[in-house]
């Protein structure tokens, strides 16, 4: 979904939320995309089962492997669910594209830590 909302970075943040999320009653982990029709709902002591190789790569392209490409572009989009909502409490800071978007985030009131990571935007780290 991120990738294709490119031309709203400057308006997007990326919330960082603490594992402790984890530990709430009904948390689900999913080792893919939760709608994929391979998806495995685990857990959360399962998740050494998840493949954070794929998950935390910044490119899931396989130029010539089809397959693959899907695969990795599923499990991508790994996710946790959490039921009714992540409590505030949770939240612990927030990743942005870039400084204006730092200051803007800062600026409409966000006290919590920000990191400019262009690179989970699918930029280049300058």
Not at 92 to 107: F, N, P, Q, S, T
Request: with cysteine.
């Amino acid at each position: 979904m991120l990738f294709k909302r490119q031309g709203e970075f400057a308006d997007i943040c990326i919330l960082r939320v603490s594992t402790e999320v984890l530990n709430q009653t009904g948390v689900v982990i999913t080792d893919c995309n939760a709608a994929s029709d391979y998806v495995r709902f685990l857990a959360p002591p399962q998740w050494p089962l998840l493949n954070f190789a794929d998950i935390y790569a910044s490119d899931w392209r396989h130029p010539g492997d089809p397959i693959r490409y899907y695969q990795h572009k599923s499990r991508k989009c790994a996710e946790i669910l959490v039921p009714y909502r992540v409590e505030p409490r949770f939240i612990i800071g927030a990743h942005v594209v870039d400084d204006a978007a730092a200051e803007k985030l800062r600026g409409l009131g966000f006290s919590l830590p920000v990191s400019v990571t262009p690179v989970l935007f699918f930029r280049e780290c300058e």
